[in-house]
């Protein structure tokens, strides 16, 4: 059964739900502190260099993929695949796409609950005079409590079920016009109380020094992988997003905006962070340590800490809730135009399965901590690998091998409106460059 599609509102909006994809949990803490510990001006420097030579031809790829297709991602790879006269294995890579999408919301949902169960916390109070044993009691009976996790867990999907079981209009639309100008004024109110805690400066060194001896292999290698994947590639979204944009949409340039923001929300997140940090005294670790234990510490000692501690996770909890349902909409759209099942109803099938997954993750922080015979990893760290050393790449790989070998070359051109150097340059980094990059990041998740 194939059911007519939608169309975006507007670029506007379609940039917004994109650049919420990309700002997710991941550009909160890590991307400030990549760029803080590897070499802060040199290390962003190298990675826009690998987002423009890797990252958004590969973006451009998907969105092309999906609005050539006007489908799901399994149905646009198929019906790509046959008008161009390939094999229809071709369709694999959209099979690929929406299960991995799926599988990464299954245990990205338990870290969006953490971030609603700390906005509570903080709004409670909790933080307030506190010290470092008291909050990291409060994080670790948070993980030792499978039935804590799963309310927070089913929460958090129910949020993210409810918005896209409306649909683009209703839905993402309505939700993304709502979220990313919300999460732009956080970001503003949070940036002008750093700006006050009286080491602004230090975050600005820590960040953007310009430090060439820090970059490394092993540098550019993260520089590559972040550029990857903050933007969102391999999972079916882009597909899905891109299955809902018009012929008059200019690819490129709405790549290069989404980049921008992408990066200025990242990089505006550590200047919110480290000034707080290095007011406390406190250590900029990694992981969600860092978020979950490290902040709260801080705002347990400073002036205002409860309402900046509550906007703080608001805006974490908005920021994972943008990118939850940019997974969910390709395993809903696939479901919605290839069965009998509207959109509400497929919404919530594909919210089930995912939900009931998520558990098993949850349950790897407590009931099933001990790692799995013979892998070593437990349930949330070995979906978790599965899906962004293998998966990811793979499909991302695949989706621009398709556009810059597959599709008839100077359709491409056309529909980017490239000629001349440009064109050469677009060739060269979608046939050559991006390829190459993104296999080079598959084979560094795989030593």
């Known amino acids: 059964m194939t059911k007519q599609h939608q ?45 423009a030579a890797i990252g958004m031809p590969v973006l451009v790829a998907e969105w092309m993929l999906g609005r050539r297709g006007q489908k799901n991602p399994i149905d646009t790879m198929r019906g790509l695949a ?20 799926a599988v990464i919301l299954s245990f990205y949902s338990v870290i969006g609950g953490w971030s609603l169960y700390y906005t509570v916390q903080a709004g409670a109070g909790r933080f307030a005079g506190q010290d470092a044993d008291a909050i990291a009691g409060l994080f670790n009976q948070m993980l030792a409590s499978p039935s804590l996790l799963l309310l927070a867990h089913t929460v958090f999907m129910l949020a993210t079920v409810a918005i896209v079981a409306r649909g683009l209009k209703g839905g993402i639309e ?68 891109g299955s809902y944009l018009g012929k008059d949409t200019n690819l490129l340039a709405t790549a290069r905006t989404v980049i921008l923001f992408d990066t200025v929300f990242a ?40 309402v900046i501690g509550l906007l703080f996770f608001v805006l974490l909890s908005f920021a994972a809730l943008t990118s939850s349902i940019s997974l969910l909409e390709p395993v809903a759209e696939f479901l919605t135009e290839r069965s009998k099942m509207g959109r509400p109803r497929a919404t919530i099938a594909a919210g089930v399965v995912i939900w009931a997954l998520g558990i098993a993750a949850l349950l790897s922080f407590n009931v099933w901590s001990a790692p799995l015979p013979g892998v070593g990893l437990t349930v ?6 599965v899906t ?60």
């Not at 919420?20 to 510990?37: D, Q, R, T």
């Not at 949330?380 to 690998?385: H, I, S, T």
Request: charged share 10%; net charge neutral.
């Open 380 to 385: 949330f760290d070995l979906l978790d690998k």
């Open 267 to 306: 990089l505006a997140a550590g200047m919110i962070i480290f000034p707080i940090v290095f007011a406390n005294g406190l250590e900029t670790s990694e992981g969600p340590g860092l978020i979950f234990i490290t902040l709260p510490l801080a705002f347990a000692d400073m002036f205002g800490g409860t």
């Open 82 to 101: 046959r008008d161009n006269g390939r094999s229809p294995a071709w369709t694999l890579l959209g099979i690929s796409a929406v299960l991995v999408g």
């Open 174 to 241: 309505a939700s993304v016009r709502l979220l990313m100008p919300t999460l732009a004024a956080l970001i503003v109110i949070l940036l002008g109380y750093a700006a006050t805690t009286g080491h602004f400066g230090a975050a600005l060194s820590y960040m953007f020094a310009f430090n060439f001896n820090s970059i490394s292999g092993d540098v550019v290698l993260a520089a590559m992988g972040q550029a990857f994947f903050t933007l969102s590639v391999g999972a079916g979204v882009m597909i899905a997003y």
């Open 7 to 51: 169309h975006w509102g507007s670029r506007l909006t379609f940039i917004m739900a994109a650049t919420g994809s990309a700002v997710g949990l991941g550009n909160i803490w890590k991307f400030p502190y990549m760029v803080g510990e590897s070499g802060g001006a040199a290390f962003v420097l190298v990675y826009l260099l690998c987002i």
């Open 388 to 447: 962004s050393q293998y998966m990811l790449p793979l499909n991302g790989l695949f989706a621009v091998i398709f556009v810059g070998w597959v599709l008839n070359r100077q359709s491409v051109l056309d529909e980017l409106g490239l000629s001349g150097t440009t064109a050469l340059l677009w060739s060269v980094l979608s046939r050559l460059i991006a390829p190459l990059g993104v296999a080079v990041v598959f084979v560094a998740g795989l030593l």
